[in-house]
């Protein structure tokens, strides 16, 4: 499913709307700022309650995938919440597309998916992706064709006349994607996108990601899942409750170049070959830590009975607690 | 028909504001334009008073908790614009004008005010009060309201139209519509089954429960749709998805609002057309169809004043030249006539017809607010003799004033009446603005319409030509004035399209549905659902108590206002006793025209939901203007702007996420 591409050559009513909102940004462009930005939710009488973000400085520039990392309640949607104008920072400012964050007009080019997809559950897939594309002003024919490929792309062509009320949670992530991407927009915003769905999904996920990065997109990603952050984001910035507390290439900050790492093939693990390998490494001045045989994961599992669960439909035959085989 | 209900008939005139928010203001405005002008000059003041308060508040907020925009490399506010500042400072010049006209003009006594109201000075004086007062209130609306005026050509109406699809959607997709169907089927039954009343009352009864279950059932569920949307919007985060579109916040209020709106309108449509369809093809009973099948239009004369004592009398003029109304004086040669060319057809009759009227009442004697003045009317037809005054005096014995409810004596005063061509009424106490009735006797039109009148013209009394029929109204009340036009008086007759006016008694409700809708958002875009509702309902409610409110809250300045009253209270004086304009005496009295003002400012808060209720008119089968229509249509919109502003800066400065 992920084979669909997912930009289809944008309809010239985008164009029209994004000069509309701001000049056309070059790579590398700064696209979201903040300066010192604070926020301190209150009470309904203005008494302190919790600093959920404490003057951050951020730039994401455009082209890259940018990861907020962090704890359960370290700030990560408070962050994404004040860029989209959803909460009015208590200090400090942030601009996206060089508007403020409470410009409803840069959201034209923004596209965002919340933390789980809060949508109009009596609507169908296919009316939901229409009600968001009348609120681009999009006219009714790139409405309809923009969602059917939309549809096709989340992979939910069987149940797009199926009301939200129905739909498991991964139907609905799938679903919010679809939505945030409805307007094509240059600024992809995920709230932890790989919530609530399963390993094959979260790969899907992760491969559009990468496929919107491809298309000279920028996404801003926030997740405590660290394997995801680590497979798709360019840069990011990990925060603890409410203070940034790194930002890099992801790269960079895991490279660890004090250790090497030998994969081979065809082996055996003798007595012979461990004793060679040690008196390699010596002699190079280095130091053998461990060696052994690689596990499988449970996720490359997973992947292989879902992949032999498409090629043969049907029940899989399992052994039964005391060994028999039944049907 | 029922006089008792007549007073309610009042409101149809054109002429007279049916939303009664002069009612209680100075009265002697200098407005030469008439009464629309004097809504619009009302409606700034008021208006502009709210406009000034949220510019306060803004502003405030705005200069100590700045929000900057970069604008070609300068830093600039964007919660406080320039035009903001400039308007506002505009406003506030021409308030402390207002201010200080107050001051001087609290400086007089009101038998000084009295005394020269003709003297030029004051009355310069007070219309400068009026249009500088009015002119702060516009600026400050100008400089609250811009804004959103400045936001509109970024509204779509495709946007707007996509959420108020949505709010039908939802309403459909829960069904909440089939709550309207579940009411249809009460309707279905023929009302004489619950009803056991007067054949002829069965159609007003029908009427009657019809619009009735319609208000409560249209209103009700109205003011739930509206008044939960925005909240549970909020609440369960669907909101999100939206604002981070392109979207404009006060574009969600106004899809909310038309959405709703349009759910109710067609709600309503489709239970005025059944409503009339079960009417138009039910069997009625014939004597319902005769009393309630029509509906009866007012006949107006035309007016003139008359003075024994002062030929070419013209009326007296309290304030200044071209004021609306003139005024006779109580216990005095003064009358205003009116005559009639033509009289209702009332072959065929008993019943009487009433005459209704709403006269202005002005005192010159102060602390009887509240209490009427009398006045008596001489009717007489083109026929009337004066010859036989002794004649119809002895006839009239014990017949004076005698109510239909008495039908022995009534048939006696309308033998009399026909015979004569005369009939009386006598010291009928009436209120400011109030419109009251008096049972005229079907005989004296009978006895008017034969005949040729241009052939009597021999015959005149007080000097001219009798038209077919002429009322001859005097005060009776020493020392007070009554104020008259000519369209405060006027015959309930004739007859026009009865499902016509069916369907322009359903606008009425459609009013107030408006009016409700709006409301309820407005709120809801600042409160949780069950207290918008609450709010929206108890506005709504009050608005049905309104006049007695506003009575309320005037009963509380007996003795000046609260104020005055403490002073007088320091200073041990009576409440008659003039207080004597000491500096601090006027500032007293100042903080008390603003107490008063504020008072109604607040009542002005509360929507005139009562001047809607027309259906009223169709049960008792009276047609309803056209212009009424409109002209409430208007004050209605002057209502609810100012809500809908309050709902974009609430909907703007609101944090959705927090
Ligand atoms: N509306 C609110 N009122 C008060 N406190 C809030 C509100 N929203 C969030 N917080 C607090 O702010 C802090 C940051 O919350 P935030 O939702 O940004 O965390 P997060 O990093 O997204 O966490 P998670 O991984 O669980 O989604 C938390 O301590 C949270 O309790
Ligand atoms: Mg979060």
Redesign the pocket.
């Known amino acids: 499913m992920a084979e669909t591409a997912v930009s289809h050559s944008p309809a010239g009513h985008h164009q029209s709307h994004r000069s509309s909102t701001g000049d056309i940004l070059k790579v590398g462009d700064t696209l979201v700022e903040t300066r010192n930005l604070t ?1 301190v ?3 309904f009488w203005g008494r302190k ?5 404490n003057a951050l400085d951020l730039s994401i520039k455009k082209g890259e995938i940018f990861g ?1 990392l ?12 004040l860029l989209l104008g959803l ?1 009015f920072p208590t200090t400090g400012d942030a601009t996206v597309f060089g508007r403020p964050a409470a410009d409803v007009r840069k959201n034209e080019r923004i596209g965002y998916l919340p ?1 789980e997809s809060y949508l109009y559950r009596f609507l169908n897939a296919e009316e939901t992706l229409d009600f968001y594309g009348r609120l681009f002003d999009m006219p009714s024919d790139v409405r309809k064709k923009r969602s059917a490929d939309l549809i096709r792309l989340v992979g939910l062509e069987h149940d797009r006349k199926r009301t939200l009320r129905e739909y498991s949670k991964g139907m609905r992530q799938r679903i919010g994607l679809a939505q945030a991407l409805i307007n094509d927009p240059e600024l992809v915003i995920l ?2 996108p790989t919530s609530g769905l399963d390993p094959i999904g979260t790969i899907w996920m992760k491969d559009l990601i990468k496929q919107l990065r491809d298309q000279g997109k920028t996404v801003l990603m ?3 899942r660290l394997d995801d952050v680590q497979d798709v984001c360019d840069r990011i910035a990990i ?1 603890f ?2 203070d940034l507390q790194e930002l890099g290439e992801v790269s960079k900050l895991v490279e660890d170049a004090a250790r090497v790492e030998i994969r081979a093939t065809n082996l055996r693990l003798t007595d012979d070959l461990q004793s060679d390998l040690r008196s390699v490494v010596e002699k190079h001045g280095g130091k053998l830590e461990s060696f052994g045989h690689p596990t499988t994961t449970l996720e490359d599992l997973f992947r292989r009975i879902v992949e032999e669960s498409k090629a043969r439909p049907g029940r899989r035959y399992l052994p039964a607690a005391d060994g028999t085989i039944k049907s | 028909m029922n006089l008792s209900f007549a007073p309610l008939l009042g409101v149809m005139k054109f002429e007279v504001p049916p939303v009664t928010f002069t009612q209680y203001g100075i009265r002697y405005y200098p407005f030469p334009g008439g009464r629309m002008l004097e809504i619009i000059v009302n409606w700034m003041q008021d208006v502009g008073g709210f406009a000034m308060l949220g510019l306060v508040f803004w502003l405030l907020n705005g200069l100590m908790n700045p929000v900057y925009d970069i604008v070609n490399g300068q830093k600039r506010n964007r919660l406080v614009t320039p035009w903001m500042l400039i308007l506002s400072a505009l406003a506030i010049v021409f308030y402390l004008v207002t201010f200080g006209l107050m001051w001087w003009l609290s400086g007089m006594t009101d038998a000084e005010i009295f005394l020269s109201r003709k003297g030029r000075i004051l009355s310069l004086m007070e219309w400068a009060y009026e249009y500088s007062f009015a002119l702060g209130g516009f600026f400050a609306i100008l400089a609250f309201a811009g804004p959103v005026f400045m936001d509109i050509p970024r509204f779509r109406i495709g946007r707007i139209y996509a959420i108020a699809k949505l709010s039908f959607k939802e309403a459909f997709r829960r069904r909440i519509v089939w709550v309207f169907l579940s009411i249809l089927v009460l309707y279905l039954f023929p009302a004489r089954w619950f009803f056991r009343e007067k054949p002829e009352d069965e159609l007003k009864s029908i009427i009657d429960v019809t619009t009735r279950g319609m208000n409560v059932l249209l209103i009700s569920v109205g003011l739930l749709l509206a008044s939960f949307s925005i909240p549970n919007d909020i609440k369960s985060l669907t909101i999100h998805t939206i604002v981070t579109k392109p979207v404009e916040r006060f574009e969600l209020v106004l899809g909310r609002f038309f959405g709703y709106l349009g759910i109710i309108t067609m709600a309503l449509a489709l239970m005025t057309g059944l409503g009339l369809l079960l009417i138009n093809t039910g069997n009625l009973a014939e004597e319902a169809a005769e009393e309630s099948f029509k509906s009866r239009v007012a006949l107006y004369g035309d007016m003139e004043f008359s003075s024994k004592k002062t030929a070419d009398f013209v009326g007296i003029d309290v304030g200044r030249e071209d004021v609306y109304r003139k005024y006779i004086a109580g216990a005095s040669s003064h009358t205003a006539v009116w005559s009639f060319k033509n009289v209702p057809d009332v072959s065929g009759q008993t019943d009487p017809m009433p005459l209704e009227f709403a006269f202005d009442v002005y005192r010159t004697t102060k602390g009887e607010e509240g209490r009427g003045v009398f006045v008596s009317f001489d009717l007489m037809t083109h026929k009337w003799d004066p010859s036989r005054e002794a004649e119809f005096n002895t006839a009239m014995q014990g017949l004076v004033n005698v109510k239909p409810e008495d039908p022995a004596k009534w048939e006696k005063v309308d033998k009399v009446a026909e015979e004569f061509g005369r009939y009386l009424f006598k010291s009928l106490q009436i209120y400011d603005y109030h419109t009251s009735s008096i049972p005229v006797p079907a005989g004296l039109f009978r006895n008017a319409a034969s005949g040729d009148p241009s052939k009597d013209e021999a015959i005149q009394v007080g000097g001219r030509p009798l038209r077919r029929l002429q009322v001859t109204v005097r005060c009776d009340t020493p020392t007070q004035f009554v104020g008259v036009a000519k369209y405060d008086l006027y015959i309930l007759e004739s007859e026009g399209n009865f499902s016509f006016n069916y369907f322009k008694g359903s606008i009425g409700l459609w009013f107030r549905l408006i009016v409700a809708i709006a409301i309820a958002v407005a709120c809801s875009t600042y409160l949780a659902g069950v207290l918008s509702f609450l709010c929206a309902l108890f506005l709504f409610i009050g608005g049905f108590f309104l006049e007695f409110i506003q009575e309320l809250a005037l009963n509380l300045n007996v003795g000046g206002g609260p104020f005055e009253s403490l002073t007088r209270l320091i200073n041990k004086s009576v409440a008659a006793a003039e207080l004597d304009p000491t500096p601090t005496i006027r500032a007293v009295k100042m903080l008390d025209g603003g107490y008063r003002w504020v008072l109604r400012r607040v009542m002005n808060v509360i929507p005139n939901v009562d001047s809607y209720g027309l259906s009223e008119y169709v049960a008792q089968g009276f047609n309803i203007g056209p212009e009424f229509l409109l002209v409430n249509f208007v004050l209605l919109l002057g209502y609810i702007l100012p809500w809908l502003v309050a709902a974009y800066y609430l909907m703007k400065a609101r944090e959705i ?2």
């Open positions: 926020k939710y209150r009470d309650k919790k600093v959920a973000l907020l962090g704890p359960n309640g370290s700030g990560k949607t408070t962050t994404i919440k909460l933390e709230d932890e926030c997740s405590h925060l409750n409410g | 996420a927090a």
